[in-house]
């Protein structure tokens, strides 16, 4: 067992590829991948997320992904690939790595939003607060 967040995220860095803009846009174009975003709503609305990202903030990702949890959604399939992203890339590492855990066979952290926006990714921007 880890001992520290620089154990975890190097366990989690050693089972899940990281992946770049552009092939996460490559998969994304070929269809059949869920994206999840797993920062924290406050993030999110702040910055926007890659179109048709679903959002699972970290803490709920274990709920979300499991089968057996009343939590359970039905867009985590353990046969389809998963494309994971946060703000710098460490807890979308962690979240693959449960994934992993749970029995995902196809998990890739494509790491920092800002990285993907910087490569010119698409974003949904959040709606106006006076909205």
Do not use: Q
């Not at 067992?1 to 154990?7: D, F, H, I, N």
């Not at 952290?109 to 926006?117: P, S």
Request: charged share 25%; hydrophobic share 50%; with cysteine.
């Amino acid at each position: 067992m880890a001992g520290s967040v620089k154990e975890m995220l190097a366990a989690a860095n050693a089972v899940v590829p990281k992946i770049t803009p552009d092939e996460a846009k490559a998969m994304m174009a070929e269809g059949a991948v869920l994206v999840v975003d797993v920062r924290d709503a406050p993030e999110l609305a702040a910055s926007g997320k890659v179109p048709g990202a679903m959002h699972v903030s970290r803490g709920m990702l274990e709920f979300r992904a499991d089968p057996e949890s009343p939590y359970h959604d039905k867009a985590f399939d353990k046969a389809k690939p998963v494309i994971l992203y946060c703000a710098s890339g460490g807890r979308s590492a962690l979240a693959g790595k449960v994934l992993k855990d749970f029995g995902y066979a196809e998990v890739f952290n494509l790491g920092a939003f800002k990285d993907w926006v910087a490569a010119g990714g698409a974003v949904d921007k959040p709606l106006d607060a006076g909205m």
